[in-house]
């Protein structure tokens, strides 16, 4: 018998455009796991926020956080596994912003605690940002001078948030920089874009990659909606893109489902699990 992980996306995808786990999508993954279903999530999102987010979810595996930087196992509360960038590609990255002269923030995991630091926030949108996870969510934020002071060997995540063609030039710049990778990609919630930056070894694909070597899963089933998703799909056997899901991402599935506003992902598993 196959040994079939699910996976799903967060925003967009698993969550209500809310967002949260809805009581119907709680209730029918909940029950799916008790019978053996082995299911977890891939997100952008960090500890702070994803683990509250899906509370209402008795997960399984070991989740993918900030596009592939950490594995992280809930039920035990540690990270198994974590890609950090190494110090001259961060001093690089911060160079990029600086010379386009864009902010962001940046996180360090130090002993286990993941911080973000800023050096100053500079519009309406970072500061949405900042608050939302400050208040909601209780991330804790760090600001000082300069970045560049404090990215050592612990920094592993860049991210800021804009319109397309402020960010843009930096990605641009990015994609030359050795031992980092990105994702940039539409907020469904704001209408801006997201700039992420991360170690190459990062990626969903990695982060599936390691729960199917070390979990001994035989199958990958993935739910996406968005272009980070891509990246899930290449690692998965059977690809599936929620009905909201990006043209390119509903290009490259297998199958396409309901939306993520009616339950879509909690719907397929319900009538396909098991059979």
């Known amino acids: 018998m196959k040994k079939t992980l699910y996976v799903s996306d967060l925003d967009g995808t698993l969550l209500s455009?809310?967002?949260e786990i809805t009581v119907h999508t709680a209730e029918v993954i909940n029950s799916l796991i008790a019978e053996g279903m082995n299911f977890t999530f891939a997100t952008a999102r960090s500890i702070y926020s994803a683990i509250p987010i899906t509370r209402r979810l008795d997960i399984s595996v070991p989740c993918i956080l900030?596009?592939?930087v950490s594995i992280y196992d809930i039920r035990n509360g540690r990270y198994l596994k974590t890609e950090f960038i190494p110090p001259e590609a961060s001093a690089q990255v911060l160079r990029a912003f600086e010379e386009h002269n864009v902010r962001c923030?940046?996180?360090k995991l130090e002993d286990e605690v993941l911080g973000c630091y800023f050096s100053e926030i500079t519009t309406k949108v970072m500061r949405s940002f900042a608050e939302s996870r400050?208040?909601?969510y209780k991330k804790p934020f760090t600001q000082c001078a300069r970045l560049a002071d404090i990215a050592d060997g612990d920094t592993v995540y860049f991210t800021t948030t804009g319109p397309h063609d402020v960010l843009y030039p930096i990605?641009?710049?990015?994609?030359?920089?050795?031992g980092v990778d990105h994702a940039f990609y539409l907020d469904i919630y704001n209408g801006?874009?997201?700039?992420?930056?991360?170690?190459?070894?990062?990626s969903k694909y990695n982060g599936i990659s390691f729960l199917r070597e070390h979990f001994g899963f035989d199958e990958v089933v993935a739910f996406g909606d968005n272009l980070n998703d891509l990246s899930?799909?290449?690692?998965?056997?059977?690809?599936i893109a929620v009905g909201n899901a990006k043209e390119e991402l509903k290009a490259a599935a297998d199958?396409?489902?309901?939306?993520?506003?009616?339950d879509g992902v909690a719907e397929w598993l319900s009538s396909a699990y098991n059979k």
């Open 17 to 19: 455009p809310a967002p």
């Open 66 to 68: 900030m596009n592939g």
């Open 105 to 107: 923030f940046m996180y």
């Open 134 to 136: 400050r208040n909601d």
């Open 171 to 178: 990605k641009c710049a990015i994609e030359g920089i050795k």
């Open 192 to 202: 801006e874009w997201y700039l992420e930056v991360f170690s190459e070894n990062a």
């Open 232 to 239: 899930m799909f290449r690692a998965a056997d059977v690809k």
């Open 255 to 262: 199958i396409v489902i309901g939306k993520n506003d009616s």
